[in-house]
């Protein structure tokens, strides 16, 4: 097993998760859109499956320091690589109003991009953006809702901070990398599966497989995505958003 992951704690916990199996699981600080360069560093050609689990994972929702959540107050940081300069608040306070409104509806398909883009633009004048909750109220201020009064349902700034952190993070870019390197990483008959949380994401696996497919490099082990049902996601409701699409290597091209 080898294990990829730009988050240096979450590393550290897997490693000692699974120190038990040791050398059989070898450890990575890496996007995994540099699974090639990483496994040729490992001296390793070709593997059996890929497994890619995208977007973040619950502890560094909690943690407040990563500037993830919108109900714990924190810096606007949002990045999962520390080693990374820009932050979640470089976009808010930087860009203009034009790209912060394509960021906020290409990256997460926010409808009401505009109105939010020209409401950071109106609050940044009086000064920086800095804090989560402050982005969270005034976004759903500029969306004419209450922003403590979403318990219960989602919150009006959910589309708004997954777009930052996705250009943060770049996300879509290092998932288009993936998918491109993966048939050259992956052996005959190997399978490559992915987790994805939204459309956006599940969009850009679903093009990859299909147009692979076509090509004869994969065969669909999944037609439509597996979801989870409904006793999972009773006992972990973020469940209820993940999609997993599975192909199958047929040249190991």
Do not use: W
């Amino acid at each position: 097993l080898i294990g990829l992951d730009r988050d240096d704690v979450n590393l550290a916990t897997a490693r000692e998760r699974l120190a038990m199996f040791g050398d059989r699981a070898r450890f990575v600080r890496a996007n995994f859109a540099g699974v090639a360069a990483a496994l040729a560093e490992l001296g390793i050609d070709r593997v059996d499956g890929l497994l890619a689990d995208l977007g973040v994972s619950s502890n560094q929702i909690a943690d407040p320091t990563r500037g993830l959540s919108f109900d714990i107050d924190g810096p606007l940081d949002m990045r999962l690589d520390r080693r990374e300069s820009t932050t979640a608040a470089d976009l808010v306070n930087t860009l203009g109003e034009g790209e912060l409104s394509d960021l906020l509806y290409f990256q997460s398909q926010e409808r009401h991009s505009r109105k939010i883009a020209k409401r950071i633009c109106q609050v940044r004048r009086q000064g920086r953006i800095n804090s989560t909750v402050q982005l969270a109220r005034l976004v759903a201020a500029a969306m004419g809702e209450n922003p403590d009064a979403h318990r219960g349902r989602i919150h009006p700034a959910t589309r708004t901070f997954m777009a930052l952190r996705m250009s943060v993070n770049r996300e879509t870019e290092s998932l288009r990398r993936l998918l491109e390197v993966a048939p050259t990483v992956l052996g005959e008959g190997g399978r490559i599966a992915v987790i994805s949380f939204h459309s956006v994401e599940d969009k850009v696996v679903k093009e990859d497989f299909r147009d692979r497919a076509k090509a004869g490099e994969y065969r669909l082990l999944t037609k439509k995505p597996i979801v989870a049902e409904d006793a999972e996601r009773e006992l972990n409701p973020r469940s209820r958003s993940a999609k997993l699409r599975v192909a199958e290597t047929i040249t190991g091209a």
